[in-house]
């Protein structure tokens, strides 16, 4: 009778030593990889359902080859590409079982109202939410979204969506945002928007777009709980008299009282190697445009991916 209960404490050990490595190595998959390996066996899709493999939803590490769809802005809006978006969401969202807490579309999807409904309706446990490039999303769209999402924190806002659809959700539903990155131009009126709708807000990134002056004073002024703001690789601006002027870090430290402010994160751009390169090297890449590794990449952590 010991015996019998040694092998079945053994076998129960065993078990769970074979749950946990598969765990560990389905963590390496990406969405359509762990979906794959679902449809193995009764146990493997068990396994694949675990709560830590979709905490993070990131349709980014997709292989450009898994749909045969290039990976060049608008190649997703056909509704071919739609309906494989459809069905890709359907099963992996499935399989998360709600556990999802932030999602990473890819940079290259074409993202509609429909696909971020659906999306919204099986992750109402999200906390951040990182747009692609390009879609087209209405007000409506947004706003059935974010109320799905009532414990949102973080957004990274792309030029899929105009600012004040985004901000008038976040007013509609009182979501409490600390982090934003924006990958579009930073202008008086955004300045104005995150005053008054985002008043906790912690990070922000605005990274390679421009910046204008009067936008970034304004929240450096009045965001009290503003901890770190990235400005690297960024040209801060403004029109006085009609006349377009360009500004230094130097110039917005004599303007406002930084002493609050944790880290502000910024480059020296006659010595930053990509600011450089953006110049000099690579005259395609124009300066304050938004590209794939621009997106991923920040220096603020957490708004990095
Ligand atoms: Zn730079």
Redesign the pocket.
Known sequence: MKKRNSCSANGLSIQHLYYDILVRIFMNLNVVELSIVSMVSKSWNHISRDPLLWAKLDLSRISPNAFNIPSVPEAWSDTNSSNKLTTLLKYALSLSNYNTTCIVFNYFIYLTDAHLVFVAERTPNLKRLVLPFSGKLSSVGVKTAMKSWRDLQSITITSVVKSRTIFSAIRMYYQDIIELKFTCNFEIRQGELLVKYTPNLRALSLRNVMVNLRALLNILNSLEKLEEVNI??SLIWDRVNGKVETYTIHDVRNRVNLSLLQKLIF???NR????KNVNNINPRRQPYVHFEDLWHQDEIRSLGH
């Not at 930053?272 to 600011?275: I, T, V």
């Open positions: 690297c690789h480059c020296q751009r930053c190697l990509m600011c």
